[in-house]
């Protein structure tokens, strides 16, 4: 039957990886209220498996467990998100000027070969600047998710060193966000951040500040901007 | 191998963790990683292109199936197929955010796929699939390595497209038929 071989195509190309994320995410949309497409999807799956089996197994590194439990807790809170939002819509009307310095910061991030575009659904950004003004990093805070990237435009830290990030909210203690040593960094966030507030880089012992406040200098600072 | 499918009794554990997680038991939830992350990164490690993107995918799966572990439904699907669909998805979004793979991995990979399809008759540990193995030996060698290189590493269509030299919809139709011919080799099953 035409149609039989349509969901089966589809639920294959689903399985396969093969759709487009428009594609896939109506699939999604669909196999909610649709068993036959469901059960297609799940067929495809278990036949297709022993292929991933293939894949044997590789240990993920140990600190990875630790940013997924401060990612569904942080991101996976239902009532947290909402607040957020609300925060961040609020901010959205009060302060529409702010919305051209985020278009010319997006022009500007998306114009450095190294920076790619802050990712989609981002609400805030902050650019880091440290001495004379040069941006050592690009922020971008996706409050759906739950999630900030940080990607670094400048220098690597020495290789005894760690960059770490930190909230530095307008009055109160800084609260570490993460060691950020890499090119590109996608950390859960652990604290909910706020108009107002800036990010800080400090520079720590390798690893990040033994001590949970910042030891090292502050390298790099940025506010925090609404973002379309 | 910590996982067998065919063990009844540990799918039976993984089914009531993932119950758990659906309730948001966090230590089900670690459980359910303990047991399962090293598999879930292999396969995620194939599809993304370093080894930081595959660690960001890891990430990203796992938050999905906290988030939508009710939506787990045994009759349809095994637990670890059903986070393996996941895993997959995700990383497979995190290699098309990212630029175009390097061509240098082509090469690669076709060492490894000329790997993965050994000679009939030779010997597989009941892991391997050797009904879904017999099956993909018997498609076209092309065909064969549209599936492949789409499930196991992640190959969009445009991907294979350029990779095979045929047109996107030429490229869509094949992997269709493919599947078809796939599931009627299987027994339809």
Known sequence: MADNNEMEGLAGEYVLGTLDRPERDAVDARSASEPALRAAIGDWAERLQPLADDAGEQAPPQSLW??????????????????????????????????????VLAIVVASDRLVPPPMPGANYVAV??????????????????????????????????????????????????????????????????????KLAISLEPRGGSPTGQATGPVMYIGDLLPAE | MTYRTSDPSRQADLVDLM????????????????????????????????????????????????????????????????????ARHA???????????????????????????????????????????????????????????????????????RRFDKPVATVKTILRRSLIALKECLGGR
């Open chain 1, 66 to 103: 630790t940013s997924i439990l401060a990612s569904i807790r942080s991101g996976g809170s239902g009532a947290r998100v909402q607040l957020l939002e609300r925060t961040v819509r609020r901010l959205k009307i009060a302060t529409i000027g702010f919305g051209a310095a985020a278009a």
């Open chain 1, 128 to 197: 880091l600047n440290g001495e004379g003004g040069r941006p050592a990093f690009v922020a971008s805070v996706d409050i759906d998710t739950g999630m900030i990237r940080l990607r670094r435009v400048g220098d690597a830290p020495p290789p005894d060193k760690s960059f770490e990030l930190w909230q530095v909210p307008a009055s109160g203690p800084t609260v570490s966000m993460g060691v950020a040593d890499n090119l590109s960094d996608l950390m859960p966030m652990n604290v909910s951040l706020k108009p107002g507030e």
């Open chain 2, 19 to 86: 119950h758990a997680v659906a309730s948001r038991d966090e230590t089900a939830f670690k459980r359910l990683y303990d047991r399962t992350s090293a598999k879930l990164f292999a396969v995620v490690r194939r599809i993304a292109i370093s080894e930081a993107a595959a660690e960001e995918a890891l990430q990203e799966a796992w938050v999905r199936i906290w988030n939508h572990a009710d939506r787990f439904d045994p009759a349809l699907a095994s637990p670890i197929t059903w986070m393996t669909t996941i």
């Open chain 2, 91 to 161: 990383a497979i979004d995190a290699v098309r955010k990212g630029p175009e793979r390097a061509s240098a991995t082509a090469v690669v990979l076709d060492e490894e796929l000329a790997d993965k399809l050994p000679a009939p008759g030779s010997t597989t540990d009941g892991l391997t699939g050797p009904q879904l193995r017999r099956c993909l030996e018997g498609l076209e060698p092309d065909r064969r390595g549209m599936v492949l290189l789409a499930y196991s590493y992640g190959y969009s269509r445009e991907e294979l497209s």
